[in-house]
């Protein structure tokens, strides 16, 4: 999956970002409403989106040096 990652482009990594933070900012919600089946996600979908940022910082600073 990780190289999956890298093979995105700049823009798809920012979009993929953005969507990852919204479903996380529900399921965190929805976790404090007690509506969350399986809380387990959440940390698991917080490290993908780790992963998602480290390699958009990583292309930001290879892009500008």
Do not use: W
């Amino acid at each position: 999956k990780t190289s999956e990652i890298k093979e995105l482009s700049e823009p798809e990594l920012q979009k993929k970002l953005r969507e990852l933070g919204d479903e996380l900012l529900h399921l965190q919600l929805r976790k404090q409403t007690g509506q969350v089946e399986k809380p387990h996600l959440i940390k698991a979908l917080g490290g993908i989106a780790l992963a998602f940022a480290l390699c958009l910082t990583s292309q930001t600073i290879t892009r500008d040096c």
